[in-house]
């Protein structure tokens, strides 16, 4: 259980400064995007609050933070096990009878998946704020017309489903990051080739099961 609580903390209080500054301009962009098709089509910009929460909650706040997470936590994770195993520091723990992937993979993948949803709520909290900043201060709508809107579309539903992807998400990155770092061969070289190799297929994993998810849970 120490080594856990050491990976949650490592994992996922370290990765919120991160995940904080992507959500505010990922809700700013979004409120300013919105407004900008609004006025387009001429709709009343008086369902700006619930158009950011909408693509929030159910689409930004998992996705992008999930993509954030991949970088900077999947890459540390299989440069950690890649330079360990390149170093043979895991056949020692074999050689000692205990088991890397007990106690090494374990907390790890445990990790991720219990601390991606969470940063997710922060990320999805943080991103509203950050839409309802654009919206008072660049859009002239004014912050109770933004959370009524806000407040009228909003589904426990949608957040669950947001969370429920997060998961599931984590969990896919840290077992790739694991494998990846388990399977690293050939010195410092070997090891970057293995970040980046595991970067770059926990993104592409989590863009196909997003659409997977997507037209399971959202069915139109």
Do not use: H
């Not at 959500?23 to 006025?39: E, N, R, T």
Request: charged share 15%; with cysteine; glycine share 10%.
């Amino acid at each position: 259980m120490r080594v856990l609580f050491e990976q949650m903390y490592s994992i996922g209080v370290m990765s919120l400064p991160l995940i904080v500054i992507i959500a505010i301009f990922v809700g700013a962009v979004s409120a300013w995007q919105a407004a900008y098709q609004f006025k387009f089509i001429g709709a009343p910009l008086r369902y700006l609050g619930q158009a950011v929460g909408k693509a929030v909650i159910i689409e930004l706040g998992p996705v992008l933070s999930t993509l954030v997470f991949a970088g900077r936590v999947g890459a540390g994770i299989t440069a950690e096990l890649g330079t360990m195993k390149v170093t043979e520091q895991i056949d020692a723990l074999d050689a000692m009878g205990i088991s890397p992937n007990r106690y090494l993979m374990m907390p790890r993948v445990l990790s991720c998946m219990l601390m991606v949803p969470l940063l997710v709520i922060f990320a999805d909290f943080v991103a509203i704020i950050g839409g309802l900043i654009v919206s008072v201060v660049g859009v002239d709508v004014s912050s109770e017309t933004y959370l009524n809107g806000f407040r009228s579309s909003f589904r426990v539903m949608d957040l669950v489903n947001g969370l429920f992807k997060a998961g599931v998400f984590g969990l896919v990155i840290g077992l790739v990051a694991c494998f990846e770092g388990f399977r690293t061969k050939g010195g410092a070289e070997g090891v970057g080739e293995a970040t980046t190799r595991s970067v770059v297929i926990s993104m592409v994993l989590v863009l196909v099961l997003d659409f997977l998810f997507t037209i399971l849970l959202f069915r139109i």
